[in-house]
């Protein structure tokens, strides 16, 4: 006596509950990316009044890419008005970045990278100290 059963339903759910578990690590990434932006060093260096937001350009500049191409998501803060609401541009960086998760094809990807295409990115991570990716490589590793 046997019985026969079909997996390809349970293989199918088990890459399906795979893709949801990624895509909520991903969505803590974003969450956690767009929160350090906000809060800033604590430095009091001048990076605006919500410690990492000044004209919300930065903030707003991050993306996930599954591929490592495609167009870079990057704001310049030149002439751009100041002392903008930390908040809403987290808000507004963090539904970008649900944006992007949304579109990564999961089943193809095996390489995702979080950029922030803002010209002057290295400068508000370096100079100004936010060090938002090095505290993301030590929550997410990478």
Do not use: C
Not at 14 to 39: C, F, G, P, Y
Not at 65 to 79: A, D, E
Not at 81 to 93: D, F, I, L, T, Y
């Amino acid at each position: 006596m046997q019985a026969t059963f079909n997996l390809g339903p349970l293989k199918e759910e088990l890459e399906n509950a795979k893709n949801r578990q990624v895509k909520r690590i991903l969505t803590n990434m974003a969450r956690d990316a767009t929160e350090m932006s906000k809060r800033g060093s604590g430095h009091g260096n001048g990076v605006g009044r919500g410690g990492g937001v000044d004209t919300g350009a930065f903030i707003t500049s991050f993306s996930f890419s599954g591929t490592g191409r495609g167009r870079l998501r990057g704001k310049s803060s030149r002439n751009k008005p100041r002392n903008q609401n930390p908040e809403a541009k987290a808000a507004e960086g963090f539904a970008n970045l649900v944006s992007d998760i949304n579109r990564i094809d999961l089943k193809n990807t095996t390489v995702i990278t979080l950029r922030n295409g803002a010209p002057h990115a290295w400068t508000v991570e370096n100079v100004h100290m936010l060090k938002v990716f090095q505290q993301l490589r030590i929550k997410y590793g990478g």
